[in-house]
Structure formats: C-alpha cells, structure tokens
C-alpha cells in the first residue's frame, strides 16, 4: 500500500494508515535501521529543505499518486506556508495551475444535471471538451476541490475570481437522501469525508448554498458510535478521522461552539463527556495517538485527535510533552516526517506533522485553524 493510499480520486486521508498497521512486510520495506537517534528539536531548515525538493520535483514513488497531484500540491504550499516560507513559491504561477483544473459547464441548463463542477485532481483526469464545447468526461471531486481552493487561499488569491455558482449549484447534486455526500457525480464511497469536505468548501467560498446542513448534521450524528467517537459511516467503528470530519463539520456549520465541553450535556446534539474520554484515550503510552483502539501511534493522528480536542475545549488534558517527543522520533534526517518512527517520510504524514507541531505551538510555525486544517490567518483571509 502506497504511503497516501487511494479511494477512487480522493487520498483516504486516515483508513489507510489503519489498515496496514498489521503488515510485517509494509513495515520492512520503509524501516531504516540506519536513521540516527531522532533530534530533540524541531529541525525547520530540514523541512524547508525537504518541501522546496518536493515543491519542483516529485520523487518517481509518487508515480501512483499521479491523479492526486493538487492533493500533494496543498501538502507541499501549506506546508511551506505553516513554515512561513511561502514566498519560495511564484504564487502567480501557482495559482494558474490550481485554476486550470476547474470543470465548467457548457450553459447554465447544464446546472440542473447531476454534474459537478468542481476541481480535478490531476491532468490526467481532465479530459479535454468536444467539438460542441462540452465536457466528454468531467471527474471533478470534492477532495480534490478542497485541497485546490486550500492552496489558492495560502497563497493569498482572491476566491471571488472563482465560478463559485457553478460549482456550490452542481455540488448539492451530490448530497445523498441521508445528508452525506459522494465525492464525484461518477459515484464513490458516501461517508464523513466528504460531508466535511462540502463544509470547509462552503465556509472557504462563505456560501452554504450548496449543502443542506441539516440533513448533513443528522448524518454526522447517525455515525456516533456508542464510545462517543464517530465512525466515517453509521454503524462502522469509532475512527480517528472520521471523529475530526464530522467534529470540524459541525463547528464549520454552526452547530457546536468552542465551548462544547463547558454546555449542559443535556442540551447538547451529542454528549462531549463521552466523546471527550474517547479522543484522551488515544493517546498510547509512547506519547502519540492511535486512529482507532488498538493500533499504533501514527503521526497524523496527533492532527486527526489533537484537532478533535483543541475543537471542542479539551486540548489541555493532551500530555503535550509525550506528543512532541513521539512526533520527533518520527521526524526524518532527511526532513519531513514519516508514519512511525524510523520509516521514510512522505508528504501526506509531513503535513499533518507541521500541524501538530503548530497545534503544540512550535515558535516560528504559522498557528492552526483546527477546523480547516489550514494555517489560521489563512483560514480568516488575512
């Protein structure tokens, strides 16, 4: 399993890194036996290094994620911005890029279809248009949408340039019956991940006309296990990632406020007492956080839980010193950051270490919009 794994389109932002915790051969084949002990600091020039390297040439291994590229591209500009280094990027030319990716409709009839017109992952899921000008294929996906209009904010670009009818008209065309969404018009998987999706979409365009958050909010609450995590569909297991999509969903919609744990329970859509003592026991003994009872400690997760806590008011239960010492030993000589201690590092667990160490209010890091996963004044438009 390649190190950010595929569903469909869209990077399974946090299934794939349970699922292979019980491979002895995954785990040979990135353990470094050679990696020196890990550094007691957080070594920023290294990661400078390590992004500015991926930023102009992607290594053959992501080959695979091909159809990902403006997913590893938010990792790389993000990344760089939570480092406060955007400026080693040429934002114009950025910017070019991500919006070449938006699928358009032929008229505004087309509107009223079941389309999406939302933004492509990669070139090569962007068919070109036909002699009559309308799309023969149009493979636009929420993940990738989000990740394309997380770089354009980064990178400071006014988000009113953007066909946002289009694309907030079309994207209701893909929330289900039951208020969740699917991640393209094609089909998918219908879970957490893209109800969150459709939120941070909404509340980045500040315009929820294209989700009915009601019905978004009664699925998210139907996927409460009776731990008081959330599993990323109703009835699955409670889910470290499913648990931070559907907690971000509700702040980014309304409906739970930072001081959830401080409200009567009773008066409460889910019970934060409960939900809290799930998040605080996945922390493990080594000092990170497991996605899910039983599995190991893994670097994104100290994003995944660590946001889930910071969200609803309980972040200072966290032992932050154990987290911070567990995420170094995940920390590469190399720069980056990798999924356990002594592995490779890769773009997908490097990100989502840059924002735990933000969370831990590493100085000289960009501070962390929980909700958006973004860097704060990113986030507010600044």
């Known amino acids: 399993m390649s190190e950010t794994d ?13 699922d292979s915790d019980d491979s002895e051969e995954e785990e040979e084949e990135y353990t470094s036996p050679s990696q020196p002990p890990s550094s007691s600091n957080f070594d920023k020039d290294r990661h400078l290094v390590y992004l500015q390297m991926m930023y102009e040439l992607l290594p053959h291994h992501y080959q695979s994620q091909e159809i990902n590229r403006l997913t590893l591209a938010h990792f790389i500009i993000s990344g760089l911005h939570f480092l406060g280094a955007t400026d080693r990027v040429d934002k ?14 032929s008229n505004r009839a087309s509107l009223k279809e079941v389309e999406f017109y939302g933004f492509y992952g990669s070139r090569s899921s962007q068919f070109p ?3 009559n000008g309308d799309l023969t294929h149009n493979n636009s996906h929420l993940a990738s949408t989000y990740c394309a209009l997380a770089i354009l904010k980064v990178i400071g670009h006014d988000l009113s340039t953007i066909d946002s009818e289009s694309l907030l008209l079309s994207m209701k065309n893909l929330q289900q019956d039951d208020g969740s969404f699917m991640p393209t018009h094609t089909g998918g998987e219908t879970d957490l991940r893209f109800v969150y999706c459709a939120a941070a979409i909404c509340d980045m365009l500040g315009d929820w006309s294209g989700m009915d958050k ?3 909010k009664n ?10 995590g959330f599993g990323l569909i109703p009835g699955s297991e409670s889910h470290g990632g499913g648990t931070y999509c559907a907690i971000a969903s509700l702040r980014l919609m309304g409906f739970i406020g930072a001081d959830l744990l401080s409200n009567d329970s009773s008066s409460s859509i889910l019970d934060p007492s409960l939900l809290l003592n799930w998040s605080l026991q996945r922390q ?3 000092g990170g956080f497991q996605g899910r009872t039983n599995k190991r400690s893994d670097t994104c997760y100290a994003f995944w839980i660590g946001a889930v806590l910071k969200l609803i008011g309980g972040d200072a239960f966290i032992d932050k010193i ?10 590469s000589k190399y720069g980056g950051f990798s999924k356990y201690p002594g592995a490779l590092p890769d773009l997908y667990h490097s990100y989502y270490g840059y924002t735990a160490f933000s969370f831990l209010e590493e100085p000289g890091l960009s501070p962390l919009c929980p909700e958006l996963g973004l860097p704060l004044l990113t986030a507010l438009g600044i």
């Not at 030319?93 to 699928?103: D, M, N, R, T, Y």
């Open 214 to 216: 009601e019905k978004a």
């Open 322 to 331: 154990a987290l911070r010492q567990f995420l170094l030993s995940c920390q």
């Open 219 to 228: 699925y998210i609450l139907n996927c409460q296990s009776y731990d008081g």
């Open 284 to 286: 493990a003994s080594d």
């Open 6 to 18: 595929v569903h469909g389109e869209a990077v399974d932002w946090e299934s794939e890194d349970e």
């Open 92 to 105: 114009d030319v950025v910017a070019k890029w991500v919006l070449s990716f938006q699928a358009f409709p």
């Open 129 to 131: 248009i036909d002699e």
